[in-house]
């Protein structure tokens, strides 16, 4: 028997105080909390409204030098309700804090780019809403690619930068009428001879079966011969097992289609990350080709060889929202990689 029981008061702290949704919009509350925003703050505002939830573990690795510094920093912007937290429930262990963004911060950012709030499409119940999202662990996924690479980005030795990184809502906005990718991408290496790098990411979790992953190369290919832009495709999955199912479903789809040579495609799997310390530049990829197959995995900018008919990135027609006509209103993508240290002024 428990003769001495933790007092209920003692489970848990006291919630942060926070000001009220209607407070967090007015006009006054907003102009007092942009004096106390940093270029970072505001990095991370865009990149949540973009991106629609990051853990601290991928903020920490993208724009903080450390776990201590981000999570003082982000109860902060917590307690001022530019962000918003939720933890999800899992099985085994505890899953990290998830942050989206909140009521003040998207005010801001409408406020910043002179449109209003409802201009943004932004409902702080849909962002919150997203930690019972059925896709909440694929969304989390698939920003844990790139956030590597924005990682990769800020690493003092690299010669490399992800200059671009938009959602899949926002390829969905471009290209939804077509095909519907995870995300979008383009990295820039500078030496020893520059090269630039663009691709869709199809990231799988093993949820469809491979026929159905096989049959989304029709609609890639379509989008080529719509836009005259040919943009690789790499497809991440999470064992090398399921890896090499779904490369024989994805040669059986590639020999369907009339011109394969629309639809370059790479594949890599979970398996080849704990060798490359989560670099997703590493040599981890393998082109699918079924005339003249590779035995040995490439870098990212590597690819470019594999396919040598891509034309060079050099040229505006490289961009897929030109390429696609539509001009859409909204904020435009943020930077992938945040402002440097001597953007970053401290406020209190």
Known sequence: MITNPTPQRSLRGHQPQRPSQRTAVTSGYVAQLATRMTERDRWLARVLYEHRVLTTHQIVEMAWPSVRAANMRLL???RWRLIDRFQPFVTYGTAPMH?????????????????????????HDRAIGVAYSLHLAHTVGTNGFFSALVAHSRRPDTSGRLTTWWSETRCARHFGDIVRPDAYGLWHEHSPVPTAFEWFLEFDFG???????????????????????????????????REARVRQALAAALADLDDPSLVPVATSSADFLSGHDNDPTAA???PLDVRQPLTRRLRLTELTHAWPHLPPLNSSSSDPAQASGDVTSGPLPPSPVPPGPSDRRPQR
């Open 76 to 78: 902060r912007l917590y």
């Open 284 to 286: 981890r990829w393998q």
């Open 99 to 123: 942050y989206v963004l909140d009521l003040a911060g998207a005010s801001l950012l409408a406020r910043e780019d002179g449109l209003d709030l409802r201009d943004l499409d932004y409902r």
């Open 207 to 241: 949820s469809e079966r491979p026929d159905r992953v096989g049959r989304k190369l029709a609609g890639y290919a379509k989008l080529a011969a719509t836009t005259g832009i040919i943009t690789p495709v790499l497809i991440w999955v999470p064992t090398a097992r």
